[in-house]
């Protein structure tokens, strides 16, 4: 369709537009595909679509030799550079030329320009759609372009971005984007005390511009925001660590380990000049670290945030509890009340 849009020369009403952007955000990925085997083929961008049901009229090729010219155009594309048009890119572009950019076409044009390496001309395109009135960017719009900083070693670009984040109302941040931001900066060793100065830190609020102090500064902003992190998001984040301590006098106790291992409890105390990042037991009377001797933080709740936790945990109780009998009604009641007086129980025993 989207071909003989554009071979008519015709201007899509902007419904129809929103409609081809969603398809192509939802399965973009498939007709980039057909598109990238057409350009090889020679043929219509969208010609292998219908290929798909030629054998439903019974003008199917023959399998041996539709499995060699298939073998052919992957060794094809494995020598040759991809120069296929991105359909994605080109629906989103044509919506942002004809009416006022969306999230979404915004979003589908800033993984466009990571998909070619080029996170600076995404975060400016961001940039320009987030400076309009009224415009929304969410964590999606936001993420690959970090992911690609991250990845790439920008770390002061990372950080920037990071913060700019952070303080948009509109993006809710994941425990995974603190770890990957962390980890992005812990591998390049910005937390060694002979660490280079990110010079961009102090105009983004932060005191310290590298080594341990740093460290703690972004720890403290994740730990703000969120309560846990994942056995994997952990492992990740001891990994960099060990990466960027590597060979160093600090970081004698940590060894990178297998993405798939398990991290082992490690309780010896640690000396004065070592760099910690362990799993630990706690003391459950005392609560101190082992390791470091540090109180872990009691979080204290008011009367009302007391009750409003015992009121949602009674909630989630009851929801959770009836999908498991749903279709039975008299089982779905049963089965939520009694759990919430277990809840209700649990409660009363942690007060």
Not at 51 to 79: P, Q
Not at 156 to 184: C, D, G, Q
Not at 307 to 325: G, H, I, P
Request: a negative charge; proline letters at 2%.
């Amino acid at each position: 369709m989207w071909e003989k849009i554009k071979e008519s020369g015709m201007m899509p009403h902007k419904d129809l537009m929103s409609t081809i952007l969603y398809v192509v955000s939802t399965g973009g990925s498939v007709l980039s595909t057909f598109a990238r085997r057409d350009s090889h083929r020679g043929g219509s961008k969208f010609s292998s679509i219908s290929s798909l049901f030629c054998g439903i009229s019974g003008t199917r090729m023959d399998d041996a030799e539709s499995a060699n010219k298939d073998d052919a155009i992957e060794e094809k594309e494995e020598e040759e550079k991809d120069d296929g048009v991105n359909i994605q890119d080109e629906v989103a572009l044509w919506h942002d030329m004809l009416y006022e950019p969306t999230d979404n076409s915004t979003s589908l044009r800033v993984k466009g320009l990571i998909s070619k390496g080029d996170a600076q001309g995404a975060e400016q395109l961001l940039e320009i759609f987030a400076s309009k009135e009224g415009t929304v960017v969410r964590l999606r719009s936001y993420l690959p372009i970090l992911s690609l900083y991250c990845q790439s070693g920008e770390v002061s670009s990372a950080l920037k971005l990071f913060k700019r984040m952070r303080n948009t109302e509109t993006v809710h941040l994941e425990p995974e984007n603190y770890v990957m931001l962390i980890s992005a900066l812990a591998e390049n060793g910005c937390f060694r005390e002979d660490a280079e100065p990110i010079d961009i830190a102090t105009d983004l609020g932060y005191s310290q511009t590298s080594g341990l102090g740093l460290f703690d500064e972004l720890v403290t902003e994740m730990a703000e925001d969120i309560m846990e992190i994942t056995a994997a998001s952990a492992r990740k984040m001891y990994n960099a660590l060990a990466i960027g301590f590597k060979d160093q006098h600090e970081g004698r106790n940590l060894q990178e380990m297998h993405s798939l291992a398990g991290m082992r409890v490690f309780n010896d105390v640690a000396e004065h000049d070592e760099v910690v990042a362990s799993r630990i037991s706690v003391d459950h009377e005392t609560g101190v670290c082992p390791r470091t001797k540090a109180r872990l933080r009691l979080v204290v709740l008011d009367e009302e945030q007391r009750k409003q936790l015992r009121a949602s945990l009674a909630k989630l109780a009851a929801s959770e509890t009836a999908k498991f009998a749903r279709g039975n009604k008299q089982k779905e009641k049963e089965d939520a009340r009694r759990a919430v007086e277990e809840m209700s129980r649990f409660a009363d025993w942690l007060e």
